[in-house]
């Protein structure tokens, strides 16, 4: 998979030639972590010219609880409608709770889970960004959700998927902090994503 450079055609050239006349199709979405952070990444990807970014934050969502929300028909009419050509996907600390309720078998039942959405949102082989979330407040919730997304690179490695570690530009030593230089980065339920803290991933995916 191409890596993520500050020109959008310098690190899907790979995929093929896009301009403002043929633009990128990108979809970025996942659970209410993706509000902010998608919104600043589609604002970003929009402003090049040369793409055109589908954003969709569906709060309290998970791979899990398919009664609540069904990722996997979502995600089919996504590329039935859009035909995204990459996504960035967040996803997992709605999920967190499986590691409480089947300590021994959820890391292989997650990645089933995993399996299922990636073979939508890749099925030719368009590049899939699994965005790892940041460190959460809340001492149980986040050491879940840190098994969750252990489970998730593993998936990532082995399927040749890359992943984008939010905590590197969010929670600073592994470490929830709700601020970083004085600017408010978490809000205060100590879960979600500030639009400062959202503008600090996209820039980051922009410049990686």
Not at 187 to 199: F, M, P, Q, S
């Amino acid at each position: 998979n191409p890596s993520i450079k500050s020109d959008p055609t310098n690190y899907l050239s790979s995929l093929r030639t896009f301009d403002k006349i043929n633009p990128l199709r990108v979809y970025i979405g996942g659970d209410s972590l993706a509000s902010t952070f998608g919104s600043e990444l589609a604002t970003s990807l929009a402003a090049t010219g040369k793409v055109i970014p589908s954003w969709d934050s569906r709060p309290s969502s998970g791979l899990i609880n398919e009664n609540f929300f069904n990722w996997n028909q979502h995600a089919e009419a996504i590329s039935t409608k859009y035909k995204p050509e990459l996504t960035f996907f967040i996803i997992g600390t709605n999920d967190a709770s499986i590691v409480k309720l089947d300590p021994t078998g959820y890391a292989a039942s997650y990645k089933e889970k995993l399996s299922e959405i990636a073979r939508i949102f890749s099925a030719n082989g368009e590049p899939l960004y699994f965005v790892l979330a940041p460190n959460m407040q809340e001492k149980t919730l986040n050491e879940n959700l840190l098994k969750l997304n252990t489970v998730i690179q593993e998936f990532a490695n082995e399927n040749s998927y890359e992943t984008i570690n939010s905590a590197a530009i969010l929670s600073p030593g592994n470490v929830f902090v709700p601020s970083l230089n004085n600017v408010s980065v978490r809000t205060d339920d100590g879960v979600h994503i500030t639009n400062a803290g959202g503008k600090l991933i996209s820039e980051f995916i922009m410049t990686k």
